[in-house]
């Protein structure tokens, strides 16, 4: 009797599982086409394109625009800017139109501000409410200066001094009307009282220096052009707050107060002659609250990497230039999304956006794939957990299952073998032993075709070994038996 390996028994094991992994396979690559052709369909994402308004502060705005344009177009994000588009324009394109596809602007400090309390109006205070409700700040940029200039013969101390004057307070699109207009009011000047003029004041002063006003409000950089020839006209004169600074911070929480040092604009002579108080705002980038976060987060990363310079065209260091101080997202009008919020802490953009979203870019794949991801890759993960914790520990059994799928074939002719060895007694007769050379010739002839991968080589010419050996032992069973002839 020789000795072989256990039988195992499952018929057709091997066949069966080329099937399951082909059908496995097949279904993989049909779910694979249908979410593909799903996503392509549905555009279940943000296009890669967004609309921002980035007229104002003499082109300051824009530069910074310009930037942004730039950083986000590494992200696969088309960004298109409306330089025109400034102040009221910029306010009701993003939330009075319903038909504009402006999604961000650049909107001066204080404006949301000045439309609520007891000096707003009820039409300011509904245009309040709407604005907090529909936009969401990405950060504060810069420091920007509220400018009164008065004519030289005027000498203000105070804004209630220009109570029956006649005042430019600016274009009614510019965003520096409704801060003028707010100050105005907080001191008890209006139209029945004042006349208001709705123009910006000129780079020459001319209105001031030909008498047809008393003051004018400007909301520019310090660093504006305008700005820095006014501040240079000896005819005109600069409203100092040093009295009432603490006041209006108080009391406006958008505002905060700085000094202009004497001699800070030029030394020779002293421009100003003695220091100045000033009321400034921030300038922020707000976007539409149904902005994809995605492309908010992105828009604030770009902020965020993409400050203002601290030094003008000409290199000049710009004054109240404090670095570090800008962007930040602390707004006392907008609120704040938790996303952009975590940015400026961390300065980091999430993994998705950081990695897929560039080599998205180059590889020309749309902006809303990675949208998609960046909505789902966390909800993914979490699902794909679970089944790796349990598919790891079945990816041990592979290998074990692939060395079972080959030797299985060689224990069914072992079986087929071993059934014959054992039906081999002495009390077979000649043609018995006859039928049983048939059946191992039958055996042999199936061993024969068997292919199975070289590590495997040994056992197969085991089996054909002990096929061999049976063989010989019906050879010398048969010569033992006495041969019979017919009667």
Same mark, same amino acid.
């Given at each position: 009797? =020789?000795?072989?390996?256990?039988?195992?028994?499952?018929?057709?094991?091997?066949?069966?599982?080329?099937?399951?992994?082909?059908?496995?396979?097949?279904?993989?690559?049909?779910?694979?086409?249908?979410?593909?052709?799903?996503?392509?369909?549905?555009?279940?994402? %943000?296009?890669?394109k967004v609309v921002i308004a980035?007229?104002?502060?003499?082109?300051?705005?824009?530069?910074?625009?310009?930037?942004?344009?730039?950083?986000? #177009?590494?992200?696969?994000?088309?960004?298109?800017?409306?330089?025109?588009?400034?102040?009221?324009?910029?306010?009701?394109?993003?939330?009075?139109?319903?038909? /504009?596809?402006?999604?961000?602007?650049?909107?001066?400090?204080?404006?949301?501000?000045?439309?609520?309390?007891?000096? #707003?109006?009820?039409?300011?205070?509904?245009?309040?409410?709407?604005?907090?409700?529909?936009?969401?700040?990405?950060?504060?940029?810069?420091?920007?200066?509220?400018?009164?200039?008065?004519?030289?013969?005027?000498?203000?101390?105070?804004?209630?001094?220009?109570?029956?004057?006649?005042?430019?307070?600016?274009?009614?699109?510019?965003?520096?009307?409704?801060?003028?207009?707010?100050?105005?009011?907080?001191?008890? =000047?209006?139209?029945?009282?004042?006349?208001?003029?709705?123009?910006?004041?000129?780079?020459?002063?001319?209105?001031?220096?030909?008498?047809?006003?008393?003051? #004018?409000?400007?909301?520019?950089?310090?660093?504006?052009?305008?700005?820095?020839?006014?501040?240079?006209? %000896?005819?005109?004169?600069?409203?100092?707050?040093v009295a009432e600074a603490d006041?209006?911070?108080?009391?406006?929480?958008?505002?905060? /107060?700085?000094?202009?040092?004497?001699?800070?604009?030029?030394?020779?002579?002293?421009?100003?002659?003695?220091?100045?108080?000033?009321?400034?705002?921030?300038?922020?980038?707000?976007?539409? $609250?149904?902005?994809?976060?995605?492309?908010?987060?992105?828009?604030?990363?770009?902020?965020?990497?993409?400050?203002?310079?601290?030094?003008?065209?000409?290199?000049?260091?710009?004054?109240?230039?404090?670095?570090?101080?800008?962007?930040?997202?602390?707004? %006392?009008?907008?609120?704040?999304?938790p996303e952009v919020a975590s940015?400026?802490?961390?300065?980091?953009?999430?993994?998705?956006?950081?990695?897929?979203?560039?080599?998205?870019?180059?590889?020309?794949?749309?902006?809303?794939?990675?949208?998609?991801?960046?909505?789902?890759?966390? $909800?993914?993960?979490?699902?794909?957990?679970?089944?790796?914790? =349990?598919?790891?520990?079945?990816?041990?059994?592979?290998?074990?299952?692939?060395?079972?799928?080959?030797?299985?074939?060689?224990?069914?002719?072992?079986?087929?073998?071993?059934?014959?060895?054992?039906?081999?007694?002495?009390?077979?007769?000649?043609?018995?032993?006859?039928?049983? +050379?048939?059946?191992?010739?039958? =055996?042999?002839?199936?061993?024969?075709?068997?292919?199975?991968?070289?590590?495997?080589?040994?056992?197969?010419?085991?089996?054909?070994?002990?096929?061999?050996?049976?063989?010989?032992?019906?050879?010398?069973?048969?010569?033992? +038996?006495?041969?019979?002839?017919?009667?």
């Amino acid at each position: 009797m =020789i000795s072989i390996r256990p039988f195992i028994g499952i018929d057709s094991m091997h066949m069966r599982l080329h099937r399951f992994l082909a059908i496995a396979v097949l279904g993989l690559g049909v779910l694979a086409l249908a979410a593909s052709a799903a996503i392509v369909i549905l555009k279940p994402g %943000p296009q890669g394109k967004v609309v921002i308004a980035s007229g104002g502060s003499e082109g300051a705005y824009y530069q910074l625009a310009l930037a942004y344009q730039r950083e986000l #177009a590494r992200f696969g994000v088309d960004v298109e800017l409306r330089p025109q588009m400034e102040g009221r324009d910029t306010l009701r394109a993003l939330f009075v139109d319903a038909n /504009s596809d402006v999604q961000v602007g650049f909107i001066k400090g204080g404006i949301a501000a000045s439309l609520q309390g007891r000096f #707003a109006t009820a039409e300011e205070r509904k245009w309040h409410d709407r604005q907090v409700e529909v936009l969401r700040s990405v950060g504060r940029l810069f420091y920007e200066p509220v400018w009164i200039f008065s004519a030289g013969s005027q000498n203000l101390r105070s804004l209630k001094e220009l109570k029956g004057k006649r005042i430019l307070v600016g274009t009614k699109q510019s965003g520096a009307r409704r801060i003028a207009l707010y100050m105005l009011r907080s001191n008890g =000047i209006d139209a029945a009282n004042s006349t208001l003029i709705e123009e910006d004041l000129s780079i020459d002063a001319a209105p001031l220096a030909s008498g047809k006003a008393d003051a #004018a409000f400007l909301v520019l950089p310090t660093e504006a052009r305008t700005i820095q020839q006014l501040l240079r006209n %000896p005819t005109i004169r600069l409203l100092d707050f040093v009295a009432e600074a603490d006041a209006y911070v108080e009391r406006i929480p958008a505002l905060s /107060s700085r000094v202009l040092k004497q001699g800070s604009i030029e030394f020779a002579p002293d421009i100003p002659s003695g220091n100045v108080t000033l009321l400034g705002t921030t300038p922020a980038l707000v976007v539409r $609250n149904n902005v994809h976060p995605a492309i908010a987060e992105l828009l604030a990363y770009a902020v965020i990497h993409n400050p203002k310079s601290g030094f003008d065209e000409s290199g000049e260091p710009i004054l109240f230039y404090r670095a570090g101080e800008f962007p930040n997202d602390n707004d %006392p009008e907008f609120a704040v999304t938790p996303e952009v919020a975590s940015l400026y802490k961390s300065g980091e953009l999430p993994f998705v956006l950081r990695t897929l979203a560039p080599l998205n870019q180059r590889l020309g794949i749309p902006f809303w794939v990675t949208a998609f991801v960046y909505d789902h890759g966390t $909800n993914a993960l979490l699902v794909a957990i679970p089944l790796l914790s =349990i598919v790891l520990p079945l990816i041990r059994f592979l290998p074990g299952l692939y060395t079972w799928t080959v030797r299985r074939r060689l224990y069914y002719w072992y079986g087929q073998l071993k059934t014959l060895e054992a039906s081999l007694d002495e009390s077979l007769s000649v043609d018995q032993l006859a039928d049983k +050379k048939l059946e191992l010739d039958r =055996i042999d002839a199936a061993v024969s075709r068997l292919r199975v991968p070289v590590p495997f080589a040994d056992e197969l010419y085991d089996l054909r070994g002990h096929i061999d050996l049976i063989g010989r032992r019906l050879d010398r069973r048969v010569q033992s +038996k006495p041969f019979n002839v017919a009667a």
